[in-house]
C-alpha cells in the first residue's frame, strides 16, 4: 500500500528551468494538494484539487501550474525556476473536500533546491 | 500572515518529562483542530485532532487541550520517548467556509534519553 509516492526525491535547477513534479495516489481519493515547506514557515498551500478536472489557486500560487491529470494523478510545473522556489514540496491527498472530515495523507516530499 | 501561531519553535525535555506545545487561532469559526507529526525525511501525518465540543481529547500519551473562550489549543506529550521527537503542526481551517488547513509554523521536539 504505497500511498502518496512523489517523485523525484531531490531535485537541483538553475534559475529559469522548468520542471514538474509528479504526484499519485493509490487511496482512490477525491481531493488532492500541493504545500511547499520552509523552515519557520509551516506549509503552505500552493494548490489544491478539491475532484477529478477542477483545480483552484491556494494561498502562494505564483511561479507554479498543476494539472490533474486523472483522479490519481496531480503534477506540479514549474515553468520558469527561481531561487526563491528552494524548497520541500509536498503533495498530499484527501478522501473529500471538507478537511473536517478528511485528514491529509502526506507524500515524502521533494527537495528542491534552485541555483 | 499565519491564522494559527504556534509556540515553541523548538524544546528539548527530557525522556519521560512533558513536552507541551501551544497554538492560537484567529477565526473564531473554526470546527477542526488537527496535530501533524513529522520525522526528518518524511511527510506529516495525521497524530490527533479535536471539535470545539469538547475540552479534551486524549490518544495514549498524546493530548489535546482545547481553550475556546482564549482560542487556544495544545498538545500535551505525557511520559516523552525519544520516538517522539520529530516535528509537530497545528492546523485549522482557514475560514469557516473554507476547507482548506492553516498550518502552524511546526514545534520541533528532541527527547533526550
Known amino acids: 500500500n504505497a500511498g502518496v509516492t512523489q517523485t523525484p526525491k531531490f531535485q537541483v535547477l538553475k534559475t529559469g528551468q522548468s520542471m514538474t513534479l509528479q504526484c499519485a495516489q493509490d487511496?482512490?481519493?477525491?481531493?488532492m494538494y500541493w504545500y511547499r515547506q520552509d523552515p519557520g514557515m509551516g506549509l503552505r498551500l500552493i494548490y489544491y484539487s478539491a475532484s477529478e478536472g477542477t483545480t483552484d489557486k491556494g494561498e502562494v500560487p505564483n511561479g507554479y501550474n498543476v494539472s490533474r491529470l486523472n483522479k490519481r494523478e496531480f503534477s506540479l510545473r514549474l515553468e520558469s525556476a527561481a531561487p526563491s522556489q528552494t524548497s520541500v514540496y509536498f503533495c498530499a491527498s484527501s478522501e473529500g473536500y471538507r478537511a473536517s472530515y478528511s485528514p491529509l495523507h502526506f507524500g515524502n516530499g521533494t527537495r528542491l533546491t534552485v541555483t | 500572515q499565519q491564522q494559527v501561531k504556534q509556540s515553541p519553535q523548538s524544546l528539548i525535555v527530557q525522556k519521560g518529562g512533558i513536552s507541551i506545545i501551544n497554538c492560537a487561532y484567529e477565526?473564531?469559526?473554526?470546527?477542526?483542530f488537527p496535530w501533524y507529526q513529522q520525522f526528518p525525511g518524511k511527510g506529516p501525518a495525521l497524530l490527533i485532532a479535536i471539535r470545539p465540543d469538547v475540552s479534551e481529547k486524549k490518544e495514549g500519551r498524546f493530548t489535546i487541550s482545547f481553550n475556546k473562550s482564549a482560542k487556544q489549543f495544545s498538545l500535551h506529550i505525557m511520559d516523552s520517548q525519544p520516538g517522539d521527537s520529530a516535528t509537530y503542526f497545528c492546523a485549522a481551517p482557514k475560514r469557516s467556509n473554507d476547507y482548506k488547513l492553516s498550518f502552524g509554523a511546526g514545534t520541533t521536539v528532541t527527547v533526550r534519553a
Open positions: 477565526n473564531t469559526a473554526f470546527d477542526y
Open positions: 487511496m482512490n481519493h477525491n481531493s
